[in-house]
T-cell receptor, first 113, second 113 residues
Framework: DAKTTQPPSMDCAEGRAANLPCNHS???????VYWYRQIHSQGPQYIIH???NNETNEMASLIITEDRKSSTLILPHATLRDTAVYYC??????????????FGKGTKLSVKP | NAGVTQTPKFQVLKTGQSMTLQCAQD?????MSWYRQDPGMGLRLIHY???????DQGEVPNGYNVSRSTTEDFPLRLLSAAPSQTSVYFC????????????FGPGTRLTVT
């Protein structure tokens, strides 16, 4: 599986967009990009995933570059409750039912008032 | 749906004691897994299961046993607790067949003295 690189920490002002980058320069053509977050003391929470097209859901938007070597998770209007560690993971989608999500250290996003 | 449930929420053990952490899901997911998370670190996979009767080891399996007799339940057994097993334990499930939208339980905080 492709390795990901994320900044260890970022700050964002409340109400502004939070843009979290992820580098995955060795990604393969059949690997999806998944984003999870972990709010302090809670279990991780799935946010969004994508292959090559940009994706949007009620939580966030995912922008994947045309060469797929990097992506950005966008929280359009960050709130204090979005303070969490955000994990970017790449994974083959069609590997049967086996396969594990490997969590790195992620980016600690601090949303400040 | 209750999602993924874990019991107990907190547990203190003495070195050498054994215990079982319980995990259950009501989403009929094929795939279940156990992670541990130590302070300031990411999640590390202990064991996983791709269906009833099938289990396999993750990154850090030593000192733990699992079994999967039903689709719903995936207990984690600590055979002889050691202080190095002090951690937060998360159980997770996902549908399988390449779907990595994983759902996590609230965690069990275990202290071994």
């Amino acid at each position: 599986d492709a390795k990901t690189t994320q900044p260890p920490s970022m700050d964002c002002a409340e109400g502004r967009a939070a843009n979290l980058p992820c580098n995955h320069s060795t990604i393969s053509g059949n690997e999806y990009v998944y984003w999870y977050r972990q709010i302090h003391s809670q279990g991780p929470q799935y946010i969004i995933h994508g292959l090559k097209n940009n994706e949007t859901n009620e939580m966030a938007s995912l922008i994947i570059t045309e060469d797929r070597k990097s992506s950005t998770l966008i929280l359009p209007h960050a709130t204090l409750r979005d303070t969490a560690v955000y994990y970017c993971i790449v994974r083959v989608a069609h590997g049967g039912s086996q396969g594990n999500l490997i969590f790195g250290k992620g980016t600690k996003l601090s949303v400040k008032p | 749906n209750a999602g993924v449930t874990q019991t107990p929420k907190f547990q203190v053990l003495k070195t050498g004691q054994s215990m079982t952490l319980q995990c259950a899901q009501d989403m009929n997911h094929e795939y279940m897994s156990w992670y541990r998370q130590d302070p300031g670190m990411g999640l590390r996979l202990i064991h996983y299961s791709v269906g009833a009767g099938i289990t396999d080891q993750g990154e850090v399996p030593n000192g733990y046993n699992v079994s999967r007799s039903t689709t719903e339940d995936f207990p984690l057994r600590l055979l002889s607790a050691a202080p190095s097993q002090t951690s937060v334990y998360f159980c997770a499930s996902r549908p399988g067949t390449g779907n990595y939208e994983q759902y996590f339980g609230p965690g069990t905080r275990l202290t071994v003295t």
